[in-house]
């Protein structure tokens, strides 16, 4: 359980063995509430490790007027709590972390990237919760859609999906090469969740006047030694590309009419998805390291 306004970003839950008395709620006496939390027990360095966690018990505060006690069902692991960890945190923080799915591809692909009808849009990280939605609602734009993923079931699901073109970045011999191949007139749009060499190599391959919008840069999150480059200045002015960093929570505002469209879109068979469903809270750090590697499929999701 959590306290929706106080914890709704953090890993946090109900004890199964302590809680709230359902007869003294009816009453109006509230007792105090044990919550499992997980706690960042060391800074990261490289990959995140099991040992970097610490599950604690706390006792939530009490109540105040106009506040809800709500119960977790699902919680999700993503891959900018490794980026903003070392950002916003300190040692012995509650671990940041989310209980909804944001609408990140809905915003980034209509708003960063404006997207029109006939145009070639490029994914990577295309198998995952933001990349394969990103790719559908091309599709539904009107738009040519290439993405890529780590592995061949990944690629099988993409192309389940809708994707025009697909491949392993993991198996070509040229990654340069194999996005050429998917579409030798290159790309007007360009959705970016990785950065670092995929970013580097896709920017030269851009339409003149392209749009890239940078969601994530997960393969970089991990390294102990910063990556050199990409450098792109060049290709940008001569290409007169725009480049835009965003976080999807500068749309708060517009956030129920990105439920609604989406949901629309489910409703009617344009938008699949899938869900990597860990079970037990316990898991949930294993479910937040796997996912950074790669092992999920769709969006990454614990159920507690």
């Not at 609408?103 to 990349?131: D, Q």
């Not at 919008?213 to 030694?225: E, F, H, Q, R």
Request: aromatic content about 10%; overall charge positive; some cysteine.
């Amino acid at each position: 359980m959590c306290m929706a306004k106080l914890r709704e970003r953090r890993f946090v839950r109900s004890s199964p063995y302590v809680g709230v008395c359902p007869s003294s709620l009816r009453s109006g006496f509230f007792r105090m509430v044990t919550a499992k939390v997980w706690v960042l027990k060391k800074h990261f360095e490289g990959f995140p490790k099991t040992s970097d966690f610490d599950l604690k018990k706390i006792e939530l505060p009490k109540l105040k007027d106009g506040e809800l006690l709500l119960e977790s069902v699902f919680l999700s692991v993503d891959p900018y709590m490794r980026a903003y960890s070392r950002r916003d945190m300190k040692e012995g923080d509650i671990m940041i972390g989310t209980q909804v799915a944001s609408l990140t591809a809905y915003f980034g692909l209509l708003e960063v990237c404006k997207m029109k009808p006939g145009e070639t849009v490029l994914v990577n990280a295309a198998a995952g919760a933001v990349g394969s939605v990103v790719g559908q609602l091309a599709k539904i734009g009107g738009c040519k859609v290439v993405g890529c993923a780590g592995s061949d079931d990944k690629v099988a699901y993409l192309k389940t999906l809708g994707f025009d073109e697909a491949f392993n970045y993991k198996t070509v011999s040229s990654l340069d090469e194999a996005l050429r191949k998917a579409s030798p007139d290159g790309y007007d749009c360009f959705f970016d969740n990785v950065g670092g060499e995929f970013a580097s190599i896709a920017i030269n391959q851009m339409k003149k006047y392209g749009r890239i919008a940078i969601c994530g840069a997960i393969s970089l999150y991990n390294d102990t030694v910063p990556q050199k480059g990409p450098y792109t200045q060049v290709p940008m002015i001569f290409k007169e590309l725009q480049m835009e960093g965003f976080i999807v929570s500068r749309w708060n505002n517009r956030r129920e009419e990105g439920v609604k469209a989406l949901l629309k879109w489910v409703m009617e068979g344009k938008v699949k998805y899938h869900e990597q469903v860990t079970e037990g809270f316990e898991n949930m750090p294993m479910a937040f390291i796997g996912m950074l590697k790669g092992e999920n499929l769709g969006k990454a999701v614990v159920k507690v």
